[in-house]
Nanobody
Framework: QVQLMERGGGFVQPGGSLRLSCEASGNIQRTTAMGWYRQAPGKQRELVATITIDLRDNFNYADSVKGRFIISRDPNKNLPNMVYLQMNSLKVEDTGVYYC?????????WGQGTQVTVSS
């Protein structure tokens, strides 16, 4: 069974930075996509950033985070199970629960989520 564990959430002031990590365990062979989603109170879950794995990695970002957030895989080829989200210039509206997602053999797996709170 595939499990995803997010780490790195917390409280930060506007303009600050946080780095989220997601560790996958289990059989992750044939991963075709991985990414981050978030859900703010009273709102639906929305895409933040994704990597689609093809002949090369294809990156997709929500317009609201372009230029501020960076999604990446671990450069260490021995750690294919790690994905990160570097969040810079954080805004109050970035507050929410951030979920890691990994698509394996056509099935989407989700983590439990980590809270990010941006407030002064």
């Amino acid at each position: 069974q595939v499990q995803l564990m997010e780490r790195g959430g917390g409280f930060v002031q506007p303009g600050g930075s946080l780095r989220l990590s997601c560790e996958a365990s289990g059989n992750i062979q044939r991963t075709t996509a991985m990414g981050w989603y978030r859900q703010a109170p009273g709102k639906q879950r929305e895409l933040v950033a994704t990597i689609t794995i093809d002949l090369r990695d294809n990156f997709n970002y929500a317009d609201s985070v372009k230029g501020r957030f960076i999604i990446s895989r671990d450069p260490n080829k021995n750690l294919p199970n790690m994905v990160y989200l570097q969040m810079n210039s954080l805004k109050v509206e970035d507050t929410g629960v951030y979920y890691c997602m990994r698509r394996i053999r056509g099935v989407d797996f989700w983590g439990q989520g980590t809270q990010v709170t941006v407030s002064s």
